[in-house]
């Protein structure tokens, strides 16, 4: 769960400065779409993991994979959702940099579940085995 | 511009296609994997969904430039 939490504030940390430096190298509007790319990426992922890492550990199968579906479809409703209110509402609007900052968000969080992974099994090769 | 309406169409069916297909393959692993060796589940859920929130960001992208053909390039269809 920390692990899960720990992504997503990587992502708001850099979302935030990435999106100061857009502001400052280009443009109001290009750093404004940035940020709702990012957004749009954030939120559906943290509710997609939420879901997820609540079910996770020794539960009956039935009530990890009801966690999986649910996880999924709020993802993919809250992502859907985010873009057509992103393109529907904002303007002016910058395509191109709010694919951008869902991009950078991708990123992110595949570096960031890469780094998790790694640690965890880091931790379980470091921990020693008892032996009866 | 009815055009713009089936490519955004096409994009997220078939975008859903292949995650279905990739998400699929995935479950049935997991299933395998732990039926297999039961006391390697947890680890392996957790490899599972991270897997699986990488798969379906393919067909977000693909619904994200869907709606950018439908609200911005044709916005008088929506």
Known sequence: MAGVHRIALMQLAT????CLLVWLALDETT???WMCGGVVAVVPQAWFALKLFRARGVQPATEIARSALSGEAGKFLLSAAGFAAVFALLRP???GAVFAGYGVMLVVQT???WRMLMSREQKQTETPKQEL | MELVLIAAAIM???GGLGAAIGIGMLGGKLIEGSARQPELAPKLQVTF?????LVDAIPIIGVGLAMYLIFVVAPGMA
């Open chain 2, 12 to 14: 997220i069916s078939l």
């Open chain 2, 49 to 53: 969904f991270l897997g699986a929130g």
């Open chain 1, 93 to 95: 609007i910058e395509p």
């Open chain 1, 15 to 18: 979302l935030v400065p990435s």
């Open chain 1, 31 to 33: 750093a404004l779409s």
């Open chain 1, 111 to 113: 570096i960031g579940s």
